[in-house]
């Protein structure tokens, strides 16, 4: 009864690969996000979508592509991986954005390796 | 644009003994502050919140203050635990954006026996 659930929670792979993250939250959620999180702990936005409508896309290489199949679920793809982007990708739900004081919820990391 | 500066990058304290982290911030619309604590190898989850129209807010053992005329915000934790050791990072809330906080850096909390 995981609230926000991603897979796979590891992954190696070799430069220039693509590969996918999946996340689903079962908090009924309107909101969801994609944060990255490097070695030096700081926790970056990449992408927030509410009700499957992108809002936030931040400055964040064209080789990385969300999509929201629906509001339950945010996926990540990534084309042609680089050293660079390892790290751990974190998927989050909040009720309706976080203005309003909602929690955001994270799930349980992806950490991504790219040899 | 909104920041957020957080202090210090680490902090080391006696099992016992008080912590406390301090933040800053540019915005002075943001209205929303949130610390969460990010155990070694696990996810961050929210710990303490405080909105613009409160000064002060606790929890148990944890506190959160802020200072709106001053644009800061801080977490006291009182008698440490080892189960305090931590990242923590505080937030802020992003002038005309639902969707977006702004994160300090981290503070890695490091509880000494």
């Known amino acids: 009864d995981t609230a926000v659930s991603q897979t796979p929670k590891y992954l190696v792979t070799q430069m220039g690969n693509d590969k996918s993250i999946k996340c689903e939250q079962n908090?009924?959620?309107?909101?969801m996000y994609w944060y990255k999180q490097d070695s030096k702990k700081f926790l970056k936005i990449m992408f927030s979508?509410?009700?499957?409508?992108?809002?936030i896309n931040e400055t964040v290489p064209n080789r990385f592509s969300p999509k929201s199949p629906d509001k339950a679920h945010l996926n990540l793809h990534i084309n042609s991986l680089e050293l660079g982007d390892s790290a751990v990708y974190f998927c989050?739900?909040?009720?309706?954005?976080?203005?309003?004081?909602?929690?955001?919820?994270f799930g349980e990391g992806s950490w991504l390796t790219v040899v | 644009g909104e920041n957020v500066e957080q202090h210090p990058s680490t902090l080391s304290v006696q099992e016992g003994d008080s912590a406390v982290i301090k933040c800053t911030y540019s915005?002075?619309?943001?209205?929303?502050f949130p610390w969460y604590k990010q155990e070694l190898g696990k996810r961050p989850q929210l710990i303490i919140d405080i909105r613009s129209n409160v000064g002060e807010k606790k929890d148990q053992r944890i506190a959160v203050t802020l200072n709106k005329t001053a644009k800061h915000f801080s977490l006291h934790i009182t008698e440490t635990q080892p189960e305090d050791s931590a990242v923590y990072f505080c937030a802020a809330s992003k002038r005309g954006s639902n969707y977006q906080l702004i994160w300090g850096a981290g503070t890695k909390l490091i509880i000494k026996p």
């Open positions: 915005d002075s619309a943001s209205n929303y």
């Open positions: 989050a739900s909040s009720l309706r954005g976080v203005s309003s004081g909602n929690t955001i919820y």
């Open positions: 979508y509410n009700n499957k409508e992108l809002i």
């Open positions: 908090l009924g959620h309107d909101t």
